[in-house]
């Protein structure tokens, strides 16, 4: 499977191309592509470990795929809302603003 489009990894793919390279082939290329996790499932331990670890920047993009790949809103609110009690009260805030703005997002494609 290609790697989803993103404007962020096309912006530093010129100074970055090996970063880029190593994304695209390795990160979707293989590691999503393995059978032994649905690619849903594999949406939600991702971005679990993001909100885990405060990375907002990679958060939103890991939601809207999540999104299509079978995540519902309600999981993903339940996910962050469970981890707060587990990576703490910020990274819960934090991520559910995240979230916000791709549900608001998404909406405005409808």
């Given at each position: ?99 916000c703005d791709v549900f608001e997002a998404e909406?405005?494609?409808?």
């Amino acid at each position: 499977m290609a790697a989803p489009p993103s404007a962020r990894r096309d912006r530093i793919r010129p100074v970055f191309p090996k970063l880029v390279s190593m994304t695209n082939e390795y990160v979707y290329g293989d590691v999503w592509e393995r059978k032994e996790l649905s690619k849903r499932d594999r949406s939600l331990v991702t971005i679990s470990a993001l909100v885990a670890l405060g990375w907002r920047d990679q958060l939103e993009g890991h939601i809207a795929r999540g999104l299509a790949n079978g995540l519902t809103r309600e999981e993903i609110v339940e996910a962050i809302t469970h981890l707060a009690m587990y990576s703490g009260w910020p990274s819960a805030m934090t991520a559910s603003h995240v979230a916000c703005d791709v549900f608001e997002a998404e909406d405005g494609k409808k």
